[in-house]
Structures are given as C-alpha cells and as structure tokens.
C-alpha cells in the first residue's frame, strides 16, 4: 500500500511542477516543453532527487510511453494530406536533405569527439545515434512561428511546414531502422521488408477503421465512440508494430494518426487526446526526460560536446535545408527561411532520445545535449524568422 501512495503522490508532484514551471517557460516566451523538462531535472537526480524510487520510475516510465504514443498520435491527426500533395515533390527533397546531412555530420562530430570507430562497434552506433537525434524537425514549434507571422498559408510557409512533417516520417524510419542494427540478426532488407510490410497492414486496417469511424461521424456527429475507437487504433498499431514487426511504437501511433486526418470530426479526436495529453501523459512524459537527465554527469568533455552539438544541429538544418531549397528553385533569402524554418527541435528529438537510451544506444548524459538544442533553436527560430521576414517588407517598400 506504502508503494501505491507514494506512486500518487509522486505524480501529483510532477503534474503540478511541469505546469508551475512549463507556465512559467511560456511566460518568458520559450516553449511550455521547456519548462516542464526543467521540472523534471530540478524534481531528479540533477537536483533535489524527490522523485527516485524504483516502483515510481518503473510506473513513469509506462505513463511516459503513453505520452509518447498520443503524442506521435495527435502529430499524425494535425498532418494534412492535400497540403503534403501540394508541396510533395519540393518538401521531400528539402526533408531528405534535412534528415542526411545533419545525420551525417552529427556521426562525424561524435567521433571526432570518442574516436573513430569500426561498423558494427557500440562505439559506432553511438556515433550513429546521436546523428539520427539530430534528424528531427520540430511541426508544432515550426507552426507556430509561422501563425505568428502569418506566412503559414503563403508557398513557402507551405513548403516549409511540409517538408517538417515529411522529415518526421523520414526521421522516424531512420530511427526504426538504427535501433534495428543494434541486434545483430537484424540486416539492412529485413528492416526495410517488415518496414514495408508493417505499413501495408497498417493502412489495409486503417482503412477498414477510416469507413467505419466516417460512417459513424456522418451518423453520429461528435459522437464519443470516435475518439475512443482511433484511441484504441493508436494504441494497437503501436504494439503491432514493436511486438510483430520490431518498428518503433511511435511509428504505429503516427500512422493512425495520418490515417484518421481526413476524417470531418479528426480536429474533433484531437481535441479529446489533447485533454489527456495535456492533463497528464504529456507532462510525466517530458519530466521523466529531466528525470532520466543527471546533470551531476556533466564534465568538461560533455559541456564541449554539447555546445558543438548545438552548433552542428542548428548549421545543418541551415545549411542542408537551404541548399536543397535553391535546387527547388527558391533563391538568397527564400532558401536561408526554409533552412531556418527546419533547424527547430521539439518533441520528437526527445522521443528520438529517450528510445535510444531504451535500447541502448545512448547514454543519459547526453540528454542534457539534446535539451540544450531544443532550447536554443526554439528560441532563435521565431526571432530569426521575424528578421528574415521583416527585411522583405522594407524592400517591398522600397
């Protein structure tokens, strides 16, 4: 009974401290992600370590996992299908550049940093690792920064969005694909054949499911069975997809997600996974990060690697993002906001992370890297937008 009490009373504290401080990151202009990450570090072992328990960390641990799931779910809902039709071609180029260059250099600044090392080596999926963190774009800081200065609707706020969302998907399967090398039955056509074969089954069911749930919303509008019905859907292609076809989890929940976005009442399902997500899962999720997260770790050798870390995530997105837009046509200023549009972090870098320290592939350590890049490009790429774009209202007036 001692252990159950102290579960509840654990959660009841980083509920109320991931909204205390994830407010008080909002106030200051940063993401609510923020804050609560830093509740998770000051309520860990970096800190005042209130929440250590090993009955609490296992039970936060699978509340996390649901976090995840409605997370990755509530992504592939906001995804919108014409929208990807309209920029396809453009937006996956800019993607594709965005996931192999920043992958390629994050490898490369892991081993200038630990050594080099040969394929097949822990040392060398750890270097890989750390590249496929730096793979992901961050949609929902990326749209917001584009609401505020009103270009979400124009080309390129168009293209840009797109090509985010694109990069997840990309992201995503990258990462399925390196935690696979990890066991050493795994090859390169295995992973790509369950891959494949994972999303065929995925969009036969969803589709059946899609008939049904759009039967029901054109019968019974707003009807609650809906939400809980592509809830269920979520959850069951996040375990078909680990338990069946060794695929990332998060990647099941996406998908449902996508498949359920063309739905009238998918703004409606949403809104009640929101209510959860923001409530509860989505806290516990980004605190247990902090949590997981010792700073006492911190040396002279991570604090450099960190901020080489920053450097390289934020230049190139710049850089890889930008060259691919002037090859789609777009030129000087245009391009440098596509690449600056892209270089944001957020939620999925953390996903990313926090399925490498699961398998293996990454050490705790390196979160506080990872945060510090989520940070530091939240904040620089609103500002950097707004200078970007207001130097094309004094021209027009010129």
Known sequence: MMDKLSILKDIAIIIISAKVFGLLARRLKAPQVVGEI????????????????????????????????????SAGL???????????????????????????LGTILYMCFYGFSKPGTDKFFHAIFIGTILTATSVSITVQALKELGKIKDELGTTILSAAIIDDVIGILVLTIVTSFKDPSNVVSDVILRTIAFFILAFVVGFIIFKILKWLDTKYPHTQRIPIIGLALALALSYIADKYFGIADITGAYVAGIILSSLDDSAYIDRKMDVNSYMIFGPIFFASIGLQTNMRELDLTILVFSIGFVLVGLLSKIFGCGIASMLCGYKGRDALKVGVGMMTRGEVALIVSKKGLEAGMLESKYFTSVILLIVVSSVLTPILLKILYSKDAKTDVQ
């Open 38 to 73: 830093v509740a998770g570090l000051l309520l860990g072992p970096s800190l005042f370590n209130i929440i250590g328990s090993s009955n609490t960390s296992d039970f936060i641990s699978g509340m996390a996992e649901i976090g995840v799931v409605l997370l990755m779910f």
């Open 78 to 104: 906001e995804t919108s299908i014409p929208q990807l039709k309209k920029t396809g071609a453009k937006a996956t180029l800019i993607a594709c550049a965005g996931v192999f260059i920043p992958m390629l």
